[in-house]
């Protein structure tokens, strides 16, 4: 199985903060790497695939980077809306694997 | 509007089955396969698998295999997972999504059900 690790597993920002989480998979899976993310009682929502391809609707702050094994999420400038938790996924091959999660909170 | 729609929560006894499903509708679904994911409380996100509803198809995780079965009703167009041998380590909240079908790496899960709550007490 790909082993997906996740860092930080939780950070506190200030809104206007740039923020950067990163993920490493455990062998090269190309661009086959998505983010979501997910606040509580709700289901995840995709935010980025393929590595660095936002989804619609999904605010411009919001961009990703990375190619083989290393990855990273970057929010350029915190809303009060982006404190959430955050995944990275690997979709290269089954069974999917996810990190463990980045909760970024209000400092 | 794409869109799944999951079950009531459910609270099973050790040892039972829970059977939940997902009703897709917005007509987009004939291309995709379907994937159940479930999160434990205050956990991360775990796959189960996934299974293609032209084919019948399906892909289990490997700690799943034997406990797990994915359907799907084609007149209902509802996705069913049903989980047997329930413990209480499958407490969680189960989650339906849905992935482009045909390509063994693909790209996102881009539409998720509210997810569904299983407890297992006894």
């Known amino acids: 199985d790909i082993q997906v690790t996740q860092f930080p597993s939780s950070l506190s920002a200030s809104v206007g903060d740039r923020v950067t989480i990163t993920c490493r998979a455990s062998?090269?899976?190309?661009?086959?790497f998505n983010w979501y993310q997910q606040k509580p009682g709700q289901a995840p929502k995709l935010l980025i695939s393929?590595?660095?391809k936002l989804q619609t609707g999904v605010p411009s702050r919001f961009s990703g980077s990375g190619f083989g094994t290393d990855f990273t999420l970057t929010i350029s400038s915190l809303q009060p809306e982006d404190f959430a938790t955050y995944f990275c996924?690997?979709?290269?091959?089954?069974?999917?694997?996810f990190g463990g999660g980045t909760k970024v909170e209000i400092k | 509007q794409v869109q799944l729609v999951q079950s009531g929560a459910e609270v099973q006894r050790p040892g039972a089955s829970v059977k939940v499903f997902c009703k897709a509708s917005?007509?987009?679904?004939?291309?995709?396969?379907i994937d159940w994911v479930r999160q434990a409380p205050g956990q991360g996100l775990e796959w189960m698998g996934w299974?293609?509803?032209?084919?019948?198809?399906?892909d289990y995780a490997q700690q799943f295999q034997g406990r797990v079965t994915m359907t799907w009703d084609t007149p209902s167009s509802t996705a069913y997972m049903q989980l047997s041998s329930l413990r209480s380590e499958d407490t969680a909240v189960y989650f339906c999504?849905?992935?482009?079908?045909?390509?063994?790496?693909?790209?996102?899960?881009?539409?998720w059900g509210q997810g569904t709550t299983v407890t297992v007490s006894s």
């Open positions: 062998q090269t899976i190309r661009d086959y």
């Open positions: 393929a590595a660095s």
């Open positions: 299974m293609n509803p032209k084919t019948g198809i399906s």
């Open positions: 917005g007509n987009t679904f004939s291309s995709f396969d």
């Open positions: 996924q690997q979709s290269f091959k089954t069974p999917l694997t």
């Open positions: 999504t849905r992935h482009l079908a045909g390509t063994t790496s693909f790209y996102g899960l881009d539409v």
